[in-house]
């Protein structure tokens, strides 16, 4: 009798201390509420009520993973307890294993057949498989947006699925999102410092903005506390790879061995196509290499292939405009060049973007030293040299048997080479025109000019030139 009189009293004390916390749960006061239903449990560990009502009591703490645990112990102590099976079902709903979570709710199905609310679970836990199902898809396809958008989906139902919140994570981090990968994995650790998944995305949006040293201490980081995270081991590797092959690149550039850091650079760029910004520097590096080689449309590509990662990456656009400059390509140097201005207003900009202007004008006038066949730095001898040659070329009398549309040719060109020796023979005027000033103010002056070459002609010929 005394025995039974004393669990008679343990029985009271554990519903007391059981309505103690149904009071602080009503209130919202969920801490005290765990704690008294704590105390019924250690006083009657076999009570089915107690092990879910604290486990409401962690869903309200956003204690996922215990309220499962104390749902999954109050139906293994009643089978018969629906909502022990509803609460465990939530529980593994919010943490992300719909399939669990199916088969908690089918059981509350067989319990209440009518219960309305089970239904809609139902509903949740299969488009949260939905959404895996095609994420994986998505993944594997490279579509990363989709990815995103459907753990977004389900993550509005599984809001305590890590494993959603890194996927989403990392393929922000892919698609070049980085501070909203970032602040995921963040979040993450905040909860759960040994994350290893977090760790690598932490590591991976590093990685992808260039700062690899970081990057490889995250991934380091990852593999300690999973050793078997395949994906944290790769990356690190190819960071490791990327950082040596780009040093190997650039040391090979400083020595002035050219090839060889071109084609250092070119083996960089295979080792992993989807970290952008250091590719994009890469490009950039083989460009300047490219330029020093003479391959200058070779240059112009790659600096193209830069830009088209990273748009922002002013020193490709500097780059691919000098190559234009040094191909002639002026209209495309002034049209980076402005790009570049009005990014960075720097007198050097300007100055650059000024100097592509001019060249751009100086370029749809005539082009003299064409005209004569010399190169912009011919000496004086070389300018008259070229154009006794070129004159004589093109003398009308040399071409009196030809015919009218022929002879009208070759006296526009006899022209064109006496208009070139005018501005080039003369120091004031070349200076001008090599400086891109506006040469038609002297047209007035061309036909006393011309009287000059034609004396030339004479003297070095032995006649005339009729104009």
């Keep these: 009798e005394r025995e039974t009189s004393d669990l008679t009293l343990f029985l009271m004390e554990a ?12 209130k919202k006061d969920y801490a005290e509420a765990f704690n008294f239903y704590t105390k019924a449990i250690d006083l009657c560990p076999k009570n089915a009520s107690y092990y879910g009502n604290r486990a409401a009591t962690l869903m309200m703490l956003s204690r996922y993973r215990e309220a499962l645990e104390d749902s999954q112990q109050a139906v293994r102590l009643d089978d018969t307890f629906m909502k022990g099976h509803m609460r465990e079902g939530k529980c593994h709903l919010l943490l992300g294993n719909a399939m669990a979570a199916s088969r908690c709710f089918q059981k509350v199905q067989e319990l209440e057949p009518e219960n309305s609310q089970v239904q809609q679970e139902l509903k949740s836990a299969e488009s949260i498989l939905e959404f895996e ?11 990363f947006r989709m990815v995103v958008f459907c753990m977004d989906r389900a993550l509005q139902s599984a809001s305590a699925c890590h494993r ?69 081991r790769l990356a690190c590797r190819n960071a490791k790879a990327l950082k040596a092959k780009k040093e190997e690149g650039n040391k090979a550039f400083k020595e002035g061995s050219y090839e060889e850091a071109y084609d250092l650079y070119s083996e960089a760029l295979t080792i992993d196509p989807n970290n952008i910004k250091t590719n994009a520097k890469l490009y950039c590096n083989r460009a300047t290499v490219g330029s020093k ?31 234009y400059m040094d ?55 070389e300018i008259k040299k070229a154009y006794r040659k070129r004159a004589l070329m093109h003398h009308p009398d040399r071409h009196s048997g030809a015919s009218a549309e022929v002879q009208k040719e070759e006296e526009k060109k006899f022209k064109e080479v006496g208009e070139a020796f005018t501005v080039l023979s003369d120091p004031k005027k070349k200076s001008r025109y090599d400086s891109g000033h506006d040469l038609e103010d002297d047209d007035m002056n061309m036909g006393l000019e011309m009287n000059f070459f034609f004396f030339f002609f004479f003297f070095f010929f032995g006649h005339i030139v009729q104009p």
């Design 15 to 26: 519903e007391g201390f059981k309505e103690q916390g149904n009071a602080f749960y009503v």
């Design 293 to 323: 080689l003479n391959k200058l449309d070779q240059a112009i590509e790659d600096c193209t292939k830069a830009i088209k990662l990273d748009e922002t990456y002013i020193k490709a656009y500097m780059r691919r405009a000098q190559c």
């Design 164 to 232: 959603f919140k890194v996927l989403k994570a990392e393929c922000l981090a892919l698609l070049g999102r980085y501070p909203e990968a970032q602040s995921v994995a963040s979040d993450i650790l905040r909860m759960d410092s040994t994350n290893g998944d977090a760790l690598y995305v932490r590591g991976l949006c590093l990685y992808y903005e260039d700062c690899i040293d970081k990057a490889v201490q995250f991934f380091v980081q990852a593999l300690r506390m999973a050793p078997d995270h395949e994906k944290a």
């Design 327 to 381: 191909t002639e390509q002026y209209e495309e140097a002034v049209r980076d060049y402005e790009k570049v201005y009005q990014t960075e207003k720097t007198k050097e900009h300007k100055s650059l973007l000024k100097n592509a202007q001019l060249e751009l004008k100086k370029s749809k006038r005539k082009d003299y030293y064409k005209v004569l066949g010399v190169e912009k730095n011919a000496t004086e001898d």
């Design 133 to 143: 199902r095609l994420a994986e898809i998505s993944f594997e396809k490279r579509d």
